[in-house]
């Protein structure tokens, strides 16, 4: 109807059309109408904008080129492959010389989506017999790509899709166990194979002009070496894989390899699996209990000071949970007026005062009871070994070459007995340079040097703060002292902790006797 208007208005400005049942508009039959045209085709029954040979007659106006302005709102179009350039202008926003549209609300009329939201590859035409045999196929052009699309579902014969050169064929899901009697390969014009969903046990020759194969959801199990060779020459740019039960042996081998140097072709490479995953992962699961065996053979061999580490970087919730150490005392720090009892020989007194002391209480907030400072001199020995023992949580025996075991090994002993009585390990052993011989230890002290801390070692602070009662912000409370480089004093019991002495001014102070106890002196010599 609109080729009319050539010939009868040749000087028509304004064309208001709306309303109306106008189902299909060629732009070029109104560039002969005059200059400067408007067109009005709101809310009408259109299918198709033609836009076809629009640049060639505009082109071809010397001098006197025309423009359209035309008003397409609120059509419902036909998107099919006669609008798919109309959808290409719409959404690659093409510039046309000469023309102009607006086009609020244009939708398909299948699908209500807005053409410039539908991709461009479903505006197609269906191709009918005889050039596509429609009992097995569906065939459509499509103009994007310019594409001749085929999808057969059953396998017969194909050389009569010669004539329709089809660029994309698709054969998925058609039950197919061979392609033996379709002749495949007298499609030279296809360039994209979708063979997926079927019962192929090896790969068919294909034609030599792929470049996009399909393979995936067969059963699959090997690709022979000259299969790959065909690959490559066809020179893939998508290979689909998965889904296939391929068997991982040494077949597989130049697979592997071509995966390698061709990943970039690949669709869904990591959904490529063995058909013996489950060999796989029964032999992954044998790997990390191997692995899982050999860590804990290692922990076991290095408890200790796998713990000892973690103690240090104060990682409290692995302390509790994982190894079970918050203090075991906890519940019943209230019974020791100590954390530590430290039985050591007068030769050692030194190292005690300048770095045991000042680590132990003045940075680390233990109460220690150390005889020369907290006991009163007067008293009989051997009960206050017992006395301090009982009233300690811990018991440090600091070992060296002046060690007597007199004294120190009766304050081991005590504490050993104490440690059978809790089921706790209640004694620690500090080791100052050489330890004294077996001969002169006797077995219990001999045995226990062997589980002993070397003063040398690198993490010995860690090492007797992670054996010691761990202090929680209850301990560290109730304990006010602060040690000094001297050894510091209690604030919270002035009285029962006085400044440190040396052994000989310990020897000096006397207390009034008590009944039935004897008084003693302990002589310079003698090891606590």
């Known amino acids: 109807m609109l080729s009319e208007f050539c010939e009868s208005m040749t000087h028509l400005r304004t064309l208001k059309l709306r309303w109306n049942l106008v189902k299909h508009v060629t732009v070029s039959n109104l560039f002969c109408v005059s200059e400067r045209l408007s067109v009005d085709l709101r809310d009408n029954s259109l299918g198709t904008v033609d836009l076809d040979k629009i640049d060639v007659i505009h082109k071809s106006q010397d001098g006197h080129r025309n423009h359209i302005s035309m008003d397409l709102s609120r059509n419902k179009l036909e998107c099919d492959c006669h609008s798919h350039f109309f959808a290409k202008y719409l959404q690659e926003r093409m510039s046309l010389q000469g023309i102009e549209f607006v086009v609020e609300n244009v939708t398909c009329r299948d699908?209500?989506?807005?053409?410039?939201?539908?991709?461009?590859?479903?505006?197609?035409?269906?191709?009918?017999?005889?050039?596509?045999?429609?009992?097995?196929?569906?065939?459509?052009?499509?103009?994007?790509?310019?594409?001749?699309?085929?999808?057969?579902?059953?396998?017969?014969?194909?050389?009569?899709?010669?004539?329709?050169?089809?660029?994309?064929?698709?054969?998925?899901?058609?039950?197919?166990?061979?392609?033996?009697?379709?002749?495949?390969?007298?499609?030279?014009?296809?360039?994209?194979?979708?063979?997926?969903?079927?019962?192929?046990?090896?790969?068919?020759?294909?034609?030599?002009?792929?470049?996009?194969?399909?393979?995936?959801?067969?059963?699959?199990?090997?690709?022979?070496?000259?299969?790959?060779?065909?690959?490559?020459?066809?020179?893939?740019?998508?290979?689909?894989?998965?889904?296939?039960?391929?068997?991982?042996?040494?077949?597989?081998?130049?697979?592997?390899?071509?995966?390698?140097?061709?990943?970039?072709?690949?669709?869904?490479?990591?959904?490529?699996?063995?058909?013996?995953?489950?060999?796989?992962?029964?032999?992954?699961?044998?790997?990390?209990?191997?692995?899982?065996?050999?860590?804990?053979?290692?922990?076991?061999?290095?408890?200790?000071?796998?713990?000892?580490?973690?103690?240090?970087?104060?990682?409290?919730?692995?302390?509790?949970?994982?190894?079970?150490?918050?203090?075991?005392?906890?519940?019943?720090?209230?019974?020791?007026?100590?954390?530590?009892?430290?039985?050591?020989?007068?030769?050692?007194?030194?190292?005690?005062?300048?770095?045991?002391?000042?680590?132990?209480?003045?940075?680390?907030?233990?109460?220690?009871?150390?005889?020369?400072?907290?006991?009163?001199?007067?008293?009989?020995?051997?009960?206050?070994?017992?006395?301090?023992?009982?009233?300690?949580?811990r018991t440090i025996v600091v070992m060296s070459r002046s060690f007597d075991s007199g004294f120190g090994g009766q304050a081991f002993r005590t504490a050993f007995q104490e440690s059978l009585k809790t089921k706790r390990s209640r004694h620690i052993v500090v080791i100052l340079g050489e330890p004294p011989t077996d001969e002169d230890l006797g077995s219990e002290l001999a045995n226990a040097v062997k589980s002993g801390i070397h003063r040398n070692e690198k993490r010995f602070w860690d090492r007797l703060r992670y054996r010691l009662p761990h202090v929680t912000q209850r301990g560290r409370l109730r304990s006010t002292s602060t040690a000094t480089s001297g050894g510091g004093t209690s604030d919270s019991s002035p009285a029962s902790s006085p400044s440190p002495l040396s052994f000989a001014s310990w020897i000096g102070r006397k207390k009034a006797p008590r009944e039935s106890t004897m008084n003693l002196v302990m002589p310079t010599s003698t090891a606590i």
């Open 111 to 393: 699908t209500k989506r807005l053409v410039q939201d539908t991709p461009l590859e479903q505006f197609v035409c269906p191709i009918g017999a005889p050039e596509c045999p429609e009992d097995h196929c569906q065939c459509w052009k499509q103009p994007e790509g310019r594409e001749i699309v085929v999808n057969c579902t059953s396998a017969e014969d194909l050389s009569e899709l010669v004539s329709l050169h089809p660029t994309s064929l698709s054969l998925a899901n058609a039950s197919l166990a061979n392609l033996t009697s379709l002749n495949i390969t007298s499609l030279k014009a296809v360039r994209t194979l979708d063979l997926s969903g079927n019962q192929l046990s090896s790969v068919p020759v294909i034609p030599a002009g792929v470049r996009r194969l399909f393979l995936h959801s067969n059963e699959l199990r090997n690709i022979s070496r000259g299969t790959l060779e065909m690959f490559v020459q066809n020179n893939l740019t998508q290979l689909r894989l998965d889904q296939n039960p391929w068997q991982c042996d040494c077949g597989l081998l130049p697979l592997q390899e071509y995966l390698r140097n061709h990943y970039q072709a690949l669709v869904n490479p990591r959904e490529i699996h063995s058909a013996s995953i489950s060999v796989a992962l029964l032999l992954a699961a044998i790997a990390i209990v191997v692995v899982g065996g050999i860590l804990a053979v290692a922990y076991v061999k290095n408890a200790e000071r796998v713990k000892v580490w973690i103690y240090a970087q104060n990682i409290f919730i692995i302390n509790v949970f994982l190894f079970g150490r918050l203090d075991e005392d906890n519940d019943a720090a209230d019974a020791y007026e100590y954390d530590a009892f430290v039985a050591f020989a007068p030769q050692d007194e030194h190292w005690v005062h300048t770095e045991l002391l000042p680590t132990l209480e003045g940075k680390y907030g233990f109460k220690l009871c150390i005889p020369s400072r907290d006991w009163l001199g007067g008293e009989w020995i051997p009960d206050q070994v017992v006395q301090s023992v009982q009233e300690s949580r």
